[in-house]
């Protein structure tokens, strides 16, 4: 069991380690996350943020991650730092010593670390991320009430294609029935497509606020991606679409038969299908009739 008599711990180390690839979304969302819950739970004010990588990939983890920290309510302070040597094979957090429960071959930025946490602590894992004021005057609509779809870049070009052109048509769908404004959103350069699109409503703007528009949405839905990550840790009603070949065991460890996570809510669903667009749109307005919206 956890050791609750932590008071001589006054900081945390979080440590992530990176070969030749790139951080993604996701990851950062859900590592920010997990260490505010750990410090939540700890009561413990400072956590020192160490990245073993390159000068480039360190710089880019930091400038993503402070803004997400400005954004964001999170409980401790954080101290980033670069480790310059690579040590192989050393993938972890390293927490109190009596914090010895969790999985110890899982990746630090997996939601299955989170499970595994919030089965441990009952703290539901939370990163709330907001947007500044004067955005929704520097926005084309009134921000009364949105709708999200994501839309995730695939390495296949055709793939891509046909993917954009489902999740456009749905975003177009819905803003018809529900007369509401909707963002079409993605990673990557997802949005030179979006720029182009005059239908949908999409703005180029930093990933702390792009985050936040979704994470604000009255129901977002669509691929899977580090985007709808921040719908995870909020009360955000969402549908998210997930390759049920992508970590396909891990996914079936987490969720229960109705696709929820652990600490998810009614509104708060995973889909792991394949779907066409009459089959998203189905599943789409099956969860906003019951009460997604």
């Not at 954004?71 to 401790?76: K, L, V, Y």
């Not at 998210?240 to 460890?253: G, M, S, T």
Request: aromatic letters at 10%; a negative charge; one cysteine or more.
């Amino acid at each position: 069991m956890l050791i609750q008599n932590l008071e001589h711990v006054k900081r945390i180390e979080a440590r992530w380690e990176f070969g030749s690839e790139k951080p993604s979304i996701g990851g950062m969302v859900t590592l920010l996350t997990e260490i505010n819950l750990i410090a939540l739970y700890f009561e413990i004010p400072n956590v020192d943020f160490r990245v073993v990588a390159k000068r480039k990939i360190y710089s880019e983890i930091r400038e993503t991650m402070e803004n997400l920290i400005v954004a964001s309510d999170i409980f401790p302070q954080i101290a980033f730092s670069r480790t310059g040597n690579m040590v192989l094979g050393l993938k972890k957090n390293t927490y109190p010593e009596h914090f010895e429960e969790l999985p110890k071959k899982i990746a630090i930025y997996s939601t299955e670390r989170l499970s595994a946490i919030y089965r441990l602590t009952n703290i539901k894992p939370e990163l709330k991320i907001q947007f500044p004021n004067d955005l929704l005057n520097s926005l084309p609509i009134t921000m009364s009430g949105y709708l999200v779809v994501n839309f995730r870049m695939s390495k296949s070009t055709q793939q891509q294609r046909n993917d954009y052109d489902k999740w456009n048509r749905v975003a177009v769908a819905l803003n018809k029935v529900h007369n509401k404004p909707v963002f079409l959103v993605g990673d990557g350069d997802a949005k030179l497509y979006f720029d182009r699109n005059k239908e949908m409503l999409f703005k180029d703007l930093p990933l702390s606020w792009q985050l936040g528009i979704v994470q604000n949405a009255d129901f977002a839905c669509g691929m899977a991606s580090g985007m709808m990550s921040a719908c995870m840790f909020a009360s955000t009603p969402y549908l998210i679409f997930k390759d049920p070949n992508e970590h396909a065991d891990q996914i079936a460890r987490e969720i229960d038969d109705n696709g929820h996570l652990p600490w998810g809510l009614d509104s708060q669903r995973i889909f792991r299908s394949h779907c066409t667009y009459d089959e998203a749109m189905v599943a789409i307005e099956h969860d906003l009739a019951a009460g997604a919206l």
